[in-house]
């Protein structure tokens, strides 16, 4: 991959960070100024690991893409700094064409796609004329790496949604960026095909080295693909770090909550399940069990299907909590049910 790991042709006065990861925020903020002013991104200090796929995730509003676009240098910090390499990242006001060197960015739509050009022709572009016989073989071996090389001669309008999220990054891809960027990048493509892209996403990375950025509002999508997860909320960085980490031992309950739809209870909610603490805790839908007690406290309220498992809502008049059990119980809705709880988290 083409090595631009400088910025000074840009800014002149920058000077190189030594020992911080591949991209690194420090005391980063972006302000979008109207009417009333808007606080996208709030004193945020973070850093991606180089050959990882890392997620940033959380609620709509939350901050990801504006991170992303940060990230990227379509926009520029209202304070703080973005380094890439230890180098300050072009913005805007730095450069003509506002984006990294070493990066590419894949976006929602496809605005960058021709879609009455041939799949191959959208690839094909992207790569000068000065070696034809190269750029006839990088444009199929990309093709052949997104697995879309059957569909070289078909016009990007007549494909699917998943098909297009494709070639939208194999034209990313084609000139071998050193850090792609995407947002919201599955968002299009079929529930039934969407384990595959991000698998074949995995092995790119794997192969290649690419480092890999992605914003997602989906947990099912980072958890099983991502590396590292940044934990987005109101503009700022609740927690970062592994999936596993994040879904286990979240030190905050939004975490929880976004990662496994954990129950979150106060501590007199807990102490009505014999939890005697001060902290607010949270219980995975997994942790709890029940069984049917015509004396319990709690009651079947809802059973909602899921597919090979079925969510549970039991109340037992002041709250209500969500679990997941498998093999299915026989019971029904109305039916009293004891609770237990095999763990718990504590939030200080």
Same mark, same amino acid.
């Given at each position: 991959?083409? !090595? ?5 042709? #840009? ?30 991104? $709030? %004193? ?24 992303? %676009? ?17 180098? +300050? ?8 064409? /506002? ?46 790496? +997104? ?24 034209? @990313?891809?084609? =000139? ?5 960027? *995407?947002? &919201?990048?599955? =968002? ?7 384990? @595959? ?23 099912? &999508?980072?958890?099983? *693909? ?16 592994? /999936?596993?980490?994040?879904? #286990?031992?979240?030190?905050?309950? #939004?975490? @929880? ?11 007199? !909610? ?33 059973? $909602? ?5 079925? &969510? ?16 299915? /119980? ?11 709880? @095999? %763990? ?5």
């Amino acid at each position: 991959m083409a !090595q631009q790991t400088s910025s000074c042709q #840009y800014i002149p006065t920058d000077q190189e960070k030594i020992g911080i990861p591949l991209i690194y925020g420090e005391d980063l903020s972006h302000i979008f100024h109207a009417k009333q002013d808007v606080v996208a991104v $709030r %004193k945020v200090d973070f850093g991606i690991k180089e050959g990882k796929i890392t997620a940033i995730i959380g609620e709509s509003g939350s901050g990801k893409t504006t991170l992303l %676009k940060l990230i990227y240098g379509l926009l520029a910090p209202s304070s703080g700094e973005v380094r890439y390499r230890g180098w +300050l990242i072009p913005t805007r006001k730095d450069k003509l064409i /506002p984006g990294h060197d070493a990066m590419k960015l894949v976006s929602q739509g496809f605005d960058d796609l021709n879609l009455y050009a041939k799949v191959w022709d959208n690839i094909a572009s992207q790569l000068p004329n000065t070696n034809l016989a190269r750029k006839e073989s990088k444009t199929r071996e990309t093709l052949d790496r +997104l697995k879309i090389l059957h569909l070289a001669q078909q016009r990007v309008a007549d494909l699917s949604g998943g098909e297009k999220q494709r070639v939208a990054i194999a034209r @990313a891809l084609v =000139n071998e960026p050193e850090a792609l960027l *995407m947002d &919201e990048p599955f =968002n299009q493509v079929d529930a039934a095909f969407r384990d @595959a892209l991000q698998q074949d996403m995995r092995q790119i990375v794997e192969d290649t080295g690419l480092t890999i950025v992605l914003v997602s509002h989906d947990p099912t &999508e980072v958890l099983a *693909m991502a590396d590292e997860l940044i934990v987005m909320k109101n503009a700022q960085i609740v927690e970062q770090g592994s /999936p596993t980490k994040l879904y #286990y031992e979240p030190t905050h309950s #939004y975490t @929880a909550q976004l990662l496994a739809k954990s129950n979150i209870l106060s501590p007199d !909610q807990a102490a009505r399940l014999d939890i005697l603490t001060p902290h607010t805790i949270g219980i995975h839908q997994e942790d709890v069990t029940f069984v049917e007690n015509p004396q319990g406290v709690f009651y079947v309220k809802d059973i $909602r299907f899921r597919g090979f498992y079925k &969510e549970w809502v039991l109340h037992n008049g002041e709250f209500s909590l969500h679990a997941i059990m498998h093999p299915l /119980p026989a019971i029904s809705i109305g039916s009293k049910v004891t609770v237990s709880i @095999a %763990k718990y988290i504590t939030f200080r």
